[in-house]
């Protein structure tokens, strides 16, 4: 099957990058948003400013690309919707709004804001929450879902609790919606603790019972440790925040929960990191840059951030310190993803092909 050749005109190639845009490239922005959130804790505040200021960007202009889609490439965009290997992404739409709204919360003057994408975020989570699972799931299709169940699902568990810990964020700061951001905080890390459990047995399901070769073991699946951390970073912010019916009642319980996810989200780096190595070099697959290399960061920026604010709250110093060391290596992890990224698009998409390549596409 030969390779399309690449359009002479620059508007050709970003047609095309348009139309082949990934729904979960908005890991993009909750790896940037993390990483800023872990630079912050750090006390590094201009890097972590940085960082926040290309996440908006990022999050602006890639709402922009995904309107051009809809209107130029609706088929695509559809096409999207009804494959359960890809459909689960738009889910990182949600924990984007939601990552973007909990750093800017820490900013003085931009609560208003945060309050806006976390209205944002809950709307786009009831609605994929319940579209996406039908027209990618329960649809008419001729492969069986669970077949293709892969490490972009835990995305929808992370969605809910990136909802979670926006509204226990925001609790502290907004005195008059207090209860109504606790009842949130509270139900939706309950649901995405769930979902992250459900959607864990499906996927070992298919691990066990499908053949599953080297390209499968994708970056996604990093997500299911990233899952962990942000379940964690919710519950901590769920333990921190006053008094109300809904937390009194389920404190202790988010408490315990936090430090159990905290502990398997730690287990799971090993095996990750070894299938890693079963991929590239035992099985020689190249290492290029894809889009998916950001839920990559994101468990990483999340897991630091996660381990600094359980150990704070539980009073673990060596919890505390494996985030600290951790953020670093997300931080490290993000600008060598970064530049490749600009790389990628620079060779891929804004230069101009070479001569031969164009003589050979005529032929």
């Known amino acids: 099957m030969s390779t399309p050749s690449m359009p002479a005109t620059l508007s050709g190639r970003l047609d095309r990058a348009v139309e082949g845009l990934t729904p979960g490239y908005f890991a993009l922005v909750m790896a940037t948003g993390i990483v800023s959130v872990g630079m912050r804790t750090n006390h590094w505040v201009l890097a972590s400013t940085i960082l926040l200021v290309i996440a908006a960007i990022a999050y602006v202009l890639l709402i922009v690309l995904n309107a051009l889609r809809i209107l130029r490439h609706r088929s695509a965009m559809a096409d999207d919707f009804a494959d359960p290997a890809r459909a689960f992404g738009f889910f990182t739409f949600v924990a984007a709004t939601c990552v973007l709204g909990s750093r800017l919360s820490e900013e003085d003057g931009f609560h208003g804001v945060a309050v806006v ?11 994929f929450g319940y579209t996406v699972p039908w027209t990618a799931v329960l649809g008419d299709r001729r492969v069986t879902p669970i077949s293709t169940a892969n490490g972009t699902w835990f995305i929808w568990a992370v969605a809910s609790q990136s909802i979670a810990v926006l509204a226990a964020t925001l609790e502290v700061e907004l005195a008059d919606w207090r209860g109504a951001l606790a009842l949130l905080a509270v139900f939706s890390w309950s649901v995405g ?19 599953f070769r080297p390209e499968d073991l994708t970056p996604p699946y990093w997500v299911a440790m990233g899952a962990t951390a942000i379940t964690v970073v919710a519950g ?8 109300a019916p809904m937390v009194d009642a389920t404190r202790g319980l988010i408490a315990g929960a936090a430090v159990f996810f905290w502990a398997f989200g730690t287990w799971l780096i090993p095996p990750l990191v070894i299938a890693g190595w079963w991929r590239h070099v035992r099985h020689h697959i190249p290492f290029r840059y894809e889009a998916t290399l950001w839920s990559i960061i994101f468990p990483l920026g999340m897991y630091g951030v996660g381990s600094q604010f359980l150990g704070d709250v539980d009073h673990l110093p060596i919890v505390h310190t494996i985030g600290y060391a951790e953020s670093w290596v997300a931080l490290a992890a993000w600008l060598g993803t970064f530049v490749w990224m600009l790389v990628n698009l620079w060779r891929r998409v804004l230069k101009a092909p070479s001569e031969p390549a164009l003589t050979s596409s005529r032929r």
Do not use: H, K, P, Q
């Open 236 to 243: 901590a912010r769920i333990v921190e925040m006053d008094n």
């Open 193 to 211: 603790t769930f979902l992250y459990c459900a959607v864990g047995v499906f996927v070992g399901v298919r691990m066990l019972t499908g053949s």
């Open 117 to 127: 994408l976390l209205l944002v975020g809950s709307i786009a989570w009831i609605g």
